[in-house]
């Protein structure tokens, strides 16, 4: 046990005497990824139609569809849809059929027209998104989890951050859907230039004086200097482009596209910061015991490690680096009532769910997934690390050049709004309103 001990401490010391830590499987402790059972809400929703608790209903133009979005309050009116082939049902995907997404704060769920196979993902607040396959057959709605197949795409530093997670690709679409790699591609969220975004998806609404890339197919031969963000935009309607009635509405929302590029990376990076946590902990337990320190002695690198991934994390948070909106964007579905109505509210009536959509995304920018289980979750010195610096930025008097973007104003009413709608917050939090 102590030539093991010895040899673990070397190893340690060697990778992390500079702060950085070692790339390992999560399917080792300590999250044993695969291996530990699923808390999300599609488990919780498994577990209650075993008991008898639930029925999903049938139905015979949308197949399980329609009751699953139902039973997990999934709105309809998040719809996007996206036709380029970088999904596992690629084969069924092209411009005339695209493969329609729903989502809500939690789960994520994917169909393509003549598919018999409905993708899920769903989010666990301890281990991260999890990947379901359900069988869209008349014969009985089975749900299976996956632990290696939809990681094949699912897991990669350059998209997901080295997490099981998911991603929101813009390219640039061949006739048939297919991307033409020579072309390249972007990963999208809100920090993303508004031309950059959106290749080879349907987008409904108007973006103001920017385009974007959706409702476009490309030449093979495009280069994306050349590519016109203004071509596909301000449709508010895509008759001519698609046949929106097997769908269960004709819409692909702007304003739904906005919170997804938002959203799906927020949870890449909460559970990047739920395992990095769990490690580093696991580490420094490690290190005291071979060392002979206390088992709770914190060490320089645990510190850098708890601030570079919590740092990471508050700035996507608070939108320090979204890309600004030019002109209004106005959606054509019901989506930002719908997201809106959602969230709690403060006794000005002030949410963190409430909506700018001409300068930025939101009026009061701090992610509406602070409210999450994922956030809740986090290993006590990652939440507490978070917790502390958003406090230090939300009452900081000089602004802060890492978070210029948030005026004086914007810092006081997030403070504001979340001291009256988030139970459990340090005390701080209340007194620095005194």
Same mark, same amino acid.
């Not at 082939?85 to 939690?106: C, G, H, M, V, W």
């Not at 679409?173 to 959106?198: K, M």
């Given at each position: 046990?102590? +030539?093991?001990?010895? $040899?673990?401490? #070397?190893?340690?010391?060697?990778?992390?005497?500079?702060?950085?830590?070692?790339?390992?499987?999560?399917?080792?402790?300590?999250?044993?990824?695969?291996?530990?059972?699923?808390?999300?809400?599609?488990?919780?929703?498994?577990?209650?139609?075993?008991?008898?608790?639930?029925?999903?209903?049938?139905?015979?133009?949308?197949?399980? $569809?329609? =009751?699953?979005?139902?039973?997990?309050?999934?709105?309809?009116?998040?719809? +996007?849809?996206?036709?380029?082939?970088?999904?596992?049902?690629?084969?069924?995907?092209?411009?005339?059929?695209?493969?329609? *997404?729903?989502?809500?704060?939690?789960?994520?769920? &994917?169909?393509?027209?003549?598919?018999?196979?409905?993708?899920?993902?769903?989010?666990?607040?301890?281990?991260?998104?999890?990947?379901?396959?359900?069988?869209?057959?008349?014969? &009985?709605?089975?749900?299976?989890?996956?632990?290696?197949?939809?990681?094949?795409?699912?897991?990669?530093?350059?998209?997901? /951050?080295? !997490?099981?997670?998911?991603?929101?690709?813009? +390219?640039?679409?061949?006739?048939? /859907?297919?991307?033409?790699?020579?072309?390249?591609?972007?990963?999208?969220?809100?920090?993303?230039?508004?031309?950059?975004?959106?290749? /080879?998806?349907?987008?409904?609404?108007?973006?103001?004086?920017?385009?974007?890339?959706?409702?476009?197919?490309?030449?093979?031969?495009?280069?994306?200097?050349?590519?016109?963000?203004?071509?596909?935009?301000?449709?508010?309607?895509?008759?001519?482009? #698609?046949?929106?009635?097997?769908?269960?509405?004709?819409?692909?929302?702007?304003?739904?596209?906005?919170?997804?590029?938002?959203?799906?990376?927020?949870?890449?990076?909460?559970?990047?910061?739920?395992?990095? /946590?769990?490690?580093? *902990?696991?580490?420094? $337990?490690?290190?005291?015991?071979?060392?002979?320190?206390?088992?709770?002695?914190? =060490?320089?690198?645990?510190?850098?490690?708890?601030?570079?991934?919590?740092?990471? %994390?508050?700035?996507?948070?608070?939108?320090?680096?979204?890309?600004? %909106?030019?002109?209004?964007?106005?959606?054509?579905?019901?989506?930002?009532?719908?997201?809106?109505?959602?969230?709690?509210?403060?006794?000005? &009536?002030?949410?963190?769910?409430? %909506?700018?959509?001409?300068?930025?995304?939101?009026?009061?920018? *701090?992610?509406?997934?602070?409210?999450?289980?994922?956030?809740?979750? *986090?290993?006590?010195?990652?939440?507490?690390?978070? %917790?502390?610096?958003? #406090?230090? !930025?939300?009452?900081?008097? +000089?602004?802060?050049?890492?978070?210029?973007?948030?005026?004086?104003?914007?810092?006081?009413?997030?403070?504001?709004?979340?001291?009256?709608?988030?139970? &459990?917050?340090?005390?701080?939090?209340?007194?620095?309103?005194?």
């Amino acid at each position: 046990m102590k +030539v093991l001990k010895s $040899l673990l401490l #070397l190893l340690l010391l060697s990778t992390l005497i500079a702060g950085v830590a070692p790339a390992e499987d999560y399917d080792e402790e300590p999250i044993a990824y695969s291996r530990r059972p699923a808390d999300d809400a599609v488990a919780r929703l498994q577990r209650r139609i075993a008991a008898g608790e639930v029925t999903l209903t049938w139905d015979d133009r949308h197949g399980w $569809l329609p =009751s699953l979005l139902k039973q997990l309050d999934i709105p309809v009116s998040s719809q +996007v849809l996206v036709f380029s082939k970088t999904s596992l049902q690629r084969e069924f995907i092209a411009p005339d059929r695209p493969r329609a *997404l729903y989502f809500n704060d939690e789960v994520y769920i &994917g169909t393509v027209q003549h598919s018999e196979v409905i993708e899920i993902a769903s989010t666990d607040p301890r281990q991260g998104t999890m990947f379901y396959v359900g069988n869209n057959r008349r014969s &009985g709605m089975k749900t299976e989890r996956q632990t290696h197949e939809c990681l094949q795409c699912h897991d990669s530093n350059a998209f997901t /951050g080295g !997490v099981p997670g998911l991603m929101m690709r813009s +390219v640039f679409p061949g006739q048939d /859907g297919r991307p033409i790699l020579t072309a390249g591609s972007h990963v999208t969220d809100h920090r993303s230039p508004l031309p950059q975004r959106w290749g /080879g998806w349907f987008v409904t609404g108007t973006t103001g004086t920017l385009g974007h890339l959706g409702n476009q197919i490309f030449s093979e031969n495009i280069t994306p200097e050349h590519a016109d963000p203004l071509r596909g935009a301000g449709r508010t309607s895509l008759v001519g482009l #698609l046949d929106t009635d097997p769908y269960l509405t004709p819409h692909s929302d702007v304003v739904a596209l906005l919170v997804l590029g938002h959203q799906v990376q927020m949870h890449n990076l909460l559970t990047r910061a739920s395992y990095e /946590g769990r490690r580093a *902990l696991r580490d420094d $337990l490690v290190m005291n015991e071979a060392l002979g320190r206390p088992l709770d002695f914190r =060490s320089d690198t645990f510190r850098r490690r708890i601030a570079s991934v919590g740092e990471a %994390l508050l700035r996507f948070l608070l939108y320090a680096d979204e890309a600004s %909106l030019t002109g209004t964007v106005r959606g054509t579905s019901t989506f930002a009532a719908d997201f809106q109505a959602h969230g709690p509210r403060d006794t000005q &009536g002030r949410s963190l769910r409430d %909506l700018d959509l001409e300068r930025r995304l939101l009026k009061h920018p *701090l992610s509406h997934l602070i409210y999450s289980q994922s956030f809740d979750a *986090l290993p006590p010195p990652i939440h507490a690390y978070v %917790l502390e610096r958003l #406090l230090t !930025v939300l009452t900081a008097t +000089v602004t802060d050049d890492r978070y210029n973007r948030l005026t004086l104003a914007d810092r006081r009413a997030v403070l504001e709004i979340l001291v009256a709608t988030k139970p &459990g917050l340090p005390p701080g939090f209340a007194t620095a309103l005194r």
